[in-house]
């Protein structure tokens, strides 16, 4: 099984401040690797798929990086909106995993 | 529009069965692979299993977790997908999702939730 970990846990910062989140696989996953956002009483929302690539609606200042193992995803300014949890999810192979999420807070 | 409507949630007793129904419209569900993922109290998403579509068998795969206890079925006919949950575990509790799987998750319903407790 792929575990994957996200780093930090927790990441304060205030609006306007750029924001990079990291996610390791425990073995390489090519680019088979998504972004969620995940805000409280909501189903995750898809930001990224195949490492870099954003779903259509997803503001530019979003973007992911990284292959292998190493990923990053990347909110350039944050807004008052974009403060939630944040997770990656492989489909390299089964079963499916997800980390365990970075939290985004206002500082 | 991509629509999927859960039902069959609540609390059930350790041991108990429980099934959930996924009620899709909106993308041709016999051409999709069904998940179903949850999400325990305070934690993140949990991928459970998948159903593959009738091109590809039927097919099905399990997490650990899960595995020998839960059983995912489809009826293209209906467009639904189902979670058959037996001996459950106060483990088990949590929000439960289904998706449609193309590696990833972009569309999902409104989750329901089942607590397993005594």
């Known amino acids: 099984e792929i575990v994957l970990t996200q780093s930090p846990a927790t990441l304060s910062l205030s609006p306007g401040e750029r924001a990079t989140l990291s996610c390791r696989a425990s073995?390489?996953?090519?680019?088979?690797l998504g972004w969620y956002q995940q805000k409280p009483g909501q189903a995750p929302r898809l930001l990224i798929y195949?490492?870099?690539f954003r779903v259509t609606g997803i503001p530019a200042r979003f973007s992911g990086s990284g292959s292998g193992t190493d990923f990053t995803l990347t909110i350039s300014s944050l807004e008052p909106e974009d403060f939630a949890v944040y997770y990656c999810q492989q489909h390299s192979s089964w079963p499916r995993s997800f980390g365990r999420g970075t939290k985004v807070e206002i500082k | 529009e991509v629509q999927l409507v859960q039902s069959g949630g609540g609390l059930v007793q350790p041991g108990q069965s429980l099934r959930l129904s996924c009620t899709t419209s909106?993308?041709?569900?016999?051409?999709?692979?069904m998940s179903w993922v949850r999400q325990a109290p305070g934690k993140g998403p949990e991928w459970i299993g998948c159903?593959?579509?009738?091109?590809?068998?039927?097919?099905?795969e399990y997490a650990a977790s899960v595995k020998g206890r839960f059983t995912i079925s489809r009826d293209d006919s209906k467009s639904i997908a189902y979670l058959e949950m037996n001996s459950l575990k106060t483990e088990d509790t949590a929000v439960y999702y289904c998706?449609?799987?193309?590696?990833?998750?972009?569309?999902w319903g409104q989750g329901t939730l089942v607590t397993v407790s005594s």
């Open positions: 998706t449609p799987e193309t590696y990833y998750f972009d569309h």
């Open positions: 195949d490492a870099s």
């Open positions: 909106g993308f041709a569900f016999g051409d999709f692979a």
């Open positions: 159903i593959r579509s009738k091109a590809y068998g039927e097919t099905t």
């Open positions: 073995q390489t996953i090519s680019h088979s």
